[in-house]
């Protein structure tokens, strides 16, 4: 880019005699002063911030207790709660290069292009995400409903999650600010994974669930009571699991506003130049065939099916093999205030060391860990602390693909500069490819659990489905994990590729801001000439 810059230069001067150059140099220097950076205050990215909180204390309620809440409380059955599980999130991968699709054949708009979907999507959300939780007292219709109502709110989700996720890039045009204010946003998203661990655990917790002695029902084990007074347990859990949806939907309608008020939209200069936005499947062609896009999305595909295997499987886990059935909703609030308290540990160690850095280390530190739950016997204390270590590469797995998709969209728009109007493709199908692993995750281990003999609202469970457990939670995540780090070492951008993208993008933007000029210019040069 640089090159280009000073071939224009030398182009300019063959064309103008000496004297009138050297009088429109000093004109340019006393009129254009040193570019100051870009700053985005505290508040801006704490407002950014609170944008993705929504989205990941949904996310957390759903993937921590979905499973179990299907099985146990709306007593579905493994098999049918397997296809609403696998259905709901390969639907919701679905949407989101369709949503991409349509925001990137979006204008500006006085709020922006991004905004809009956000402000829109947000009501209907929040009604869908609170009928998930409603058992309706048709027993026939059960799967249907979740099935519609999962789907439903995903599909909103996705517009309010890919153009938040785009929106990383219009904050600011200085990589150093969209990384901080991502390192804020990372924060304040596994912040948003302890409230909604803490609000549905907790909330949920207080419920007593009750279970069965034996696979026919005939004894009720949590009370010694009859069927009447099971029943009475299961409406109060019920109702617990509505008032856990109420708080989390007001959450998401408070966050959604301060996002909304808080934060601009802002156009990169040379995007407005350009004549025409690029067609969606001629720039999904392009970024879908563009290397570090594909080694990165392949090396995080891996890594957060194995955190999402653990995820979906991790009540289950603790609850039938560890025996913990009081305990695992603060085991999980262990991992998420570990996870919350080391994202700035680690937001500064890529900085000091890199990113490629801080993925090797982050990442492989769940290994030990996992190995530790697969050896040891029934402890909780060890649990605690196999929880709270674990939390730290939770930490790493959040912030790391947010802060190195920029990365690859800078290094893209250098060798593609006319292709603006690309960053929703590349946000919507890396989310597309994690949420189609995460689909397929839990529809498989759902039917591995209905194979095994899983046994509804049973107070315990057979070894096979215990060991079943086991082997999800522990020995698949590693396997995953050591794969998507192989994979990672393909992945081309590295600290000093970093600077060079920095520098051109920033010589870029500045040839941009100066042509913004253009008409003061050549008046100026006509009046001289």
Known sequence: MAKGEGAESGSAAGLLPTGILQTGERSAQVKKEPKKKQQLSICNKLCYAVGGAPYQVTGCAL?????????DVAQVDPFSASIILFVGRAWDAFTDPLVGFCISKSSWTPLGRLMPWIIFSTPLAIIAYFL??????????????????????ETLVTCFHVPYSALTMF???????????????MTVEVLGTV???????????????????????????????????????LRETQNAYLLAAGVIASIYFVCAVILVLGVREQREPYETQQAEPMSFFRGLRLVMSYG???????????????????EGNFALFCTYTLGFRNEFQNLLLAIMVSATLTIPVWQWFLTRFGKKTAVYIGISSAVPFLILVALMESNLIVTY????????????????????????????????????????????????????ASGV???????????????????????????????????????LILLGLLLFKLYPIDEEKRRQNKKALQALREEASSSGCSDTDSTELASIL
């Open 63 to 71: 993937g921590f207790f979905l499973q179990i809440y299907l099985l």
């Open 132 to 153: 998930i939780w409603f058992v309706p007292d048709f027993p026939q219709v059960q799967v249907l409903w979740y099935l519609l109502f999962y789907c439903l709110f």
């Open 171 to 185: 904050i600011s045009t200085e990589q150093s600010e969209r990384d901080s204010a991502t390192a804020y946003r």
């Open 195 to 233: 409230l909604g661990t803490a609000i549905q655990g907790q909330i949920v917790g207080q419920a007593d669930t009750p279970c069965l002695q034996d696979p026919n029902g005939s004894a009720v084990a949590s009370e010694g009571a009859n069927l009447t007074h099971s029943t009475t347990l």
């Open 292 to 310: 570090p896009y594909v080694k990165l999305i392949a090396g995080f595909l891996f890594t957060s099916l194995a955190f999402m295997l653990v």
């Open 385 to 436: 602390v196999v929880a709270v270590a674990a939390g730290i590469s939770v930490a790493a797995a959040f912030l790391l693909p947010w802060s190195m998709l920029p990365d690859v969209i800078d290094d893209f728009h250098l060798k593609q500069p006319h292709s603006h109007g690309t960053e929703p493709i590349f946000f919507s199908f890396y989310v597309f490819f994690t949420k189609f």
């Open 441 to 479: 995750s839990l529809g498989i281990s759902t039917l591995s659990l209905d194979f095994a003999g899983y046994q509804t609202r049973g107070c315990s469970q057979p070894a096979r489905v215990r060991f079943t457990l086991k082997m999800l939670v522990t020995m698949a995540p590693i396997v």
